[in-house]
């Protein structure tokens, strides 16, 4: 045996030469191994397990002997008999080597470890979080050599985690002293390395070798919706994810309507950051409770937003984003102090993250939905379009990514639509029409059986059924569509045009009865000739966004197309193209991304290298102005029709045959001049 | 004439060639010239005034022509005509070089210029203060470039100012986007470049070119006073000084009796927190208004204390400096922001600036102390002592620094004296004794005449005479001492022994007459044996911390002496040495230093520098603790005599001869036992 032996370690593939005797953390250090530890090799945390290999291993050129770390001591002992440990582990800070030997780092001993998320979307995302838990021992206080307790704990950060210069916030000092001698000059702090060259700050100390959880909250704030979901911040695992209304709709439905409301109303904007700061804090407190944590324990909140939503939740005002050139008070990412924001229902030193904006109506959502989808390493042509009151659109490859934003209105999302709602249990949410009968059948969010199937009723019976969907109102009006009781120019046909009682008048113009629950005391639920204009327009506004893309990418055709936004994995593909909300593509060609920006946001509270890498790829972005675009018009009008009035959509067409009905040449919808020519 | 000129400035000698017509400005900045400019060279700001001199310069080894610089242009000419403009002057950025030629930068064009104060301490401070305006043209926004308002003033601060990745809290970005318009895309920021590696913030902008004062605070946050001083930014001139009782002193009067408050009383910590704070909010408007500023325009506060002090300013328990080890929770310094500590009353964005500690008994004030006096740069052995409730004491020279705290209790500061009252009109300061007749004459705050003076009556009636201050109070003892009616035990002699009526029985003891005001309705104003006590106590303990250091240095005797702390002007010189409050020194080798903890919290608010050097220096001072040292307990003892017991003091004795008096030789003081004696 020679006197230093070689170490592999997997899965990495990381070797190198050590003296016998070192220890097999200190060795993985060294070679930069991602190996976890929290109590820096004192045996007491455990996150250093490791898996030795014994044996012949020709691939690494090596054969481990059965004695090739030292043998099992009493610190594992009494590990393994009070917490217990996998058969064939050891602690990486015990173990020390002892001749040549292949070591695998299993992934729950890994700090930057993969992690697959249950709920919320599925995605990997390397684990490398702002704020982690360090164990120290402090040095204790010499009279001779006076130093400050928090001095001796900065050294102690720095000899034993190579932390340098931490800071702390005055809340943090006052109760340094008592903690540092209750954990007799033991302590784990929560250490904030925070991205950039911010130094890092203390956020938090327990006495002693302490465990508990540090939870980060990743927050979607839509127009409409604002979505959190609550991470834990040591493996990304979604505790909960909620979501409840932005009260700001109370000072208007869609972004501009707010933009108008804080210029005819001095304070109103004062008013929205208010309410909508209020929102946030109960929604944490409400996630919180859902996943059974403390709102303390909360230690990181990651927003992302659109450019509006963004100054209001900052405080600032927004009337620079109504008007051209629509600059925005910062683009920037900020880092800041939750308590800034009057977020109090986080820990009190709670750190806040807010994604850059691309422009002035392309916000840090848009910048998420990036960060989630890469459209700059897609190697072809990608459409990402996240739907919500305001439409986000990417467009792109590896050489070059566009985006814009459309203002859609909140159609999409259920509000504007006479029998509308929110995605709840009792909302419609899938449709069918029979194109011979014309009936209908549909299912409701909370159950999976079709009205038509036995029982449904019974199983209907807690929820009722109550309203409709975004999805839901999207199917709908696209199969009146395939059905013949809607036209291409977006008009419902009389129950002599159409051969059904459901076309029933409605004033001047006409709506179908979806479900007419008022025997059973619920309500009637139409889709109405309003209903179908207010689509209209937001997939108008929709394709229009996409088109001027495609117009300043030089492409009449992209290669796929991925919905994202908090309802893209409820939209049917088939559906959204008969509506001629999205390009035409391959139907399989369009996927969901689920909540895009709402990941993004999970991946930048959990991984702080991710949100260096979007702040250099916001820069990288070119975004394009729909609202003073010339073309953006006269696409938007042309996309009016369903599916388009001028745009062959050779991809449908393929599967689907559109009837060729046309209840009013005239498109005015007015019964008096569809009677005159009648 | 060559292509280019050589270019010499005065008084810094710096020279160099430069192209023909390169602004002066321009040429001072690539030398290093210490040339001011707000407006960034655009002629706005007049600040770089510079004169040119003309003829033979034989020292430089130049002839300057009458045509060296560009003729006067419309920018001088509007500028002189508005404001006017000393003859011969030009601006820097306005006059080009056009051949060789001497520039005189005169003291008020230099940024880093030495200030001699008016009020105060004098004392030449070079600004370099930490916050400074800066006058910018910022990018208008363009759609196609899309950046934020607060991203384009960062790159005119880099560009224009050379000064990267500026931050400003979000306060400052609700204001930004209206100053930026309304001055038309330019404006001037307040910016605070820190010190260390802090990133430069900008805590306030205006728009277009703007000259409002900046001004700053310099606080001493005494035990038993609160003294301020406020300062303008840029020129380092005092505008007003001002000073309130500490109002903590109803939790306790001296550091230890409060520590026990807050071990006593749970909160009790918050409570004393509170208080101080509030005061320091009462101290910023009275002395704002005092000057005729805002206290709005006031952005930075420096504080030095002692760590009591300092840790209840900062909102921590300072229950562990009543008790050994006496660890300070923090000992470095801090740079935080004013509204951490509550301090309203001051700009919104206000920075504070905490000078670091040096141990746990001696604080920040003994720092800022160090700063203004630098015993380290001193050739011969010096010794500081800041006078106080508590006293600092500093001993050392170029090779060595000693410090220690000393607890004098607050005698000196005119409290726990029978008639004593703070230093304020009205206040008996001076006494003398005439040791014939034993009959007092004395001065009052106010006014500059003697009691024996004719007009003095007059003079006086408008404040009356209602009580003796500190500096009264030591020359009164020390003139008891020289005219016989005190002995060296400290005992006041009766009727009969002294020979004068003054001495008057008071219970067992007596008690001197200095004034009797009771026939006008003013008060008897008499020196009693509890103060001769009171005072006993104070220099013993000032006298034993200045022996402990000494012996710590291995000297028996200082080269000088200086007389710090707010009153520290006004102790005589020979009444101090006759009470053995210092070590013997010939007399002219003491020297005051007027309120040195003060003025070196001015030169932290001026100078950025100095923090950093302070911070460096403190950890080069070695502390001794007067708390555990055995020997303190024997000095203190020894030097309870009046002058000393043991201690020879050759100096005092060649210019005063003290009578060998003994009024009872038990020196218990005790009436009944004089009276068995006798």
Redesign the interface.
Known sequence: MTEDALVIFTPSGKRGRFPLGTPVLTAARQLGVDLDSVCGGRGICSKCQITPSYGDFPKHGVTVADGALTEWNAVEERYKSKRGMIDGRRLGCQARVMGDVVIDVPPESQVHKQVIRKSATQRDIVMDPATRLLYVEVA?????E??????RLAIALRDQWGVDDVTA???L??R??PVLRKGEWKATVALHKGNHDATPRILDLWPGFHEGGLYGLAIDLGSTTIAAHLCDLKDGAVLASSGLMNPQIRFGEDLMSRVSYAMMNPGGDVEMTRAVREAINALAASIAAEAGIETTAIYEVVFVCNPVMHHLL????P??LGQ?????????SLS?DAR??DLTNLNRAARGYVLP????H?GADAAAVALSEEPGKSKDMVLIVDVGTNAEILLGNETRVLACSSPTGPAFEGAQISSGQRAAPGAIERVEIDPVTKEPRFRVIGSDLWSDDPGFAEATKQTGITGICGSGIIEAVAELRMAGLLDAGGLIGSPEQTGTWRCTPEGRTHSYILHDGSLEGGPRIMVTQGDIRAIQLAKSALYAGARLLMDEMGVDKVDRVTLAGAFGAHISPKHAMVLGMIPDVPLDHVTSAGNAAGTGARIALCNVAARNQIEATVHHIH?V?TA?EPKFQEHFVNANAIPHATDPFPELNAIVTLPDVSFNAGGAGSEGRRRRRG
Chains 1, 2 share one sequence.
């Open positions: 204790e206080p010499d009279m001779h006076p130093t400050g307790d928090f001095e916030d005055l809340t000092m006052r340094l002293q900052l405080g600032i005002d009337v620079e051209a050139p629509f600059a925005l008070a910062t683009s920037g800041l800034e924001l904006c691309i422009a002035g392309v975004k102005e003073i």
